[in-house]
């Protein structure tokens, strides 16, 4: 007898889930049998597929409260419920915190902390009156659990997502799973604009326990397994996945024998 995928008759919605992580977020779940919904501002010429299957885009800017409350009204009127949120939208360019404005580090606030609040309320709005409730899943960052020199804010707004999960997990249980996916450094496609050229993404990949950066497809993964009837215990907590995290610096500089 053939097994139903693991998220046949599920409605999934991915926030920026047109690139990088959040498309192969994307098709993970197209992957198990997901009906899957991306945002962005901009459509790509080239949707999230798995086989057959793809996803269906609705333009959303995320950092508006409104549009993402008539995005997931829209969800709903399409597909008659929404099962899981990845809110994966968000990111920073590096800057010197010294010098940037206030307008930008007040936009970085907005995209990176604000949205996922107000994606969160709007999906959590329609799972409290399912039967099975849902599932929300805030992308994090290491970036939120240690010093983020070129991204402070950036680092502060992800250290807030991470607490905002435990305290949502809180107030919306049972119904709903409130939890956060934090990676470590990622190869994706903007990979250059942080590490530079191959020779400089090897050598930071060198500094990673297990060898490499995580690749798009790895936090995919993580998110399944974190969406899934599997993981029904599993709510308020942060999935670090860093690849063993960072080589302490006193290794290197120690002189030892």
Not at 53 to 70: G, K, M, N, P, S
Not at 181 to 190: A, K, M, Y
Request: glycine share 10%.
């Amino acid at each position: 007898m053939t097994q139903a995928p693991a998220f046949a008759q599920h409605v999934v919605l991915v926030t920026g889930g047109t690139k990088g992580i959040g498309r192969a977020i994307a098709e993970g779940f197209l992957q198990e049998g997901a009906q899957v919904v991306v945002c962005a501002r901009t459509p790509v010429a080239h949707m999230p597929q798995a086989g057959e299957r793809r996803a269906e885009f609705i333009a959303c800017d995320v950092r508006e409260a409104d549009a993402l409350r008539a995005l997931v009204a829209d969800i709903v009127a399409r597909h008659g419920r929404l099962d899981v949120l990845i809110h994966n939208a968000g990111g920073s360019p590096p800057v010197q915190a010294a010098t940037v404005s206030p307008r930008f580090h007040e936009g970085v606030i907005r995209l990176n902390l604000s949205a996922a609040m107000h994606a969160a309320q709007a999906a959590n709005a329609v799972m409290q009156t399912q039967e099975r409730g849902g599932v929300i899943v805030f992308i994090g960052s290491v970036s939120g659990l240690r010093p983020s020199p070129g991204s402070a804010v950036y680092g502060a707004a992800k250290a807030a997502v991470i607490s905002l999960a435990s305290s949502l997990a809180v107030e919306w249980a049972p119904k709903v799973r409130v939890l956060a996916v934090s990676p470590g450094l990622v190869r994706t496609e903007q990979s250059h604009i942080h590490y530079g050229d191959e020779k400089g993404i090897a050598a930071v990949s060198a500094t990673i326990p297990l060898g490499r950066m995580a690749d798009p497809a790895d936090v995919a993964q993580a998110c399944l397994y974190a969406a899934s009837s599997r993981a029904s215990y599993l709510s308020g907590t942060n999935i670090l996945l860093h690849g063993g995290g960072e080589r302490p610096a006193f290794l290197d500089a120690a002189q030892g024998p």
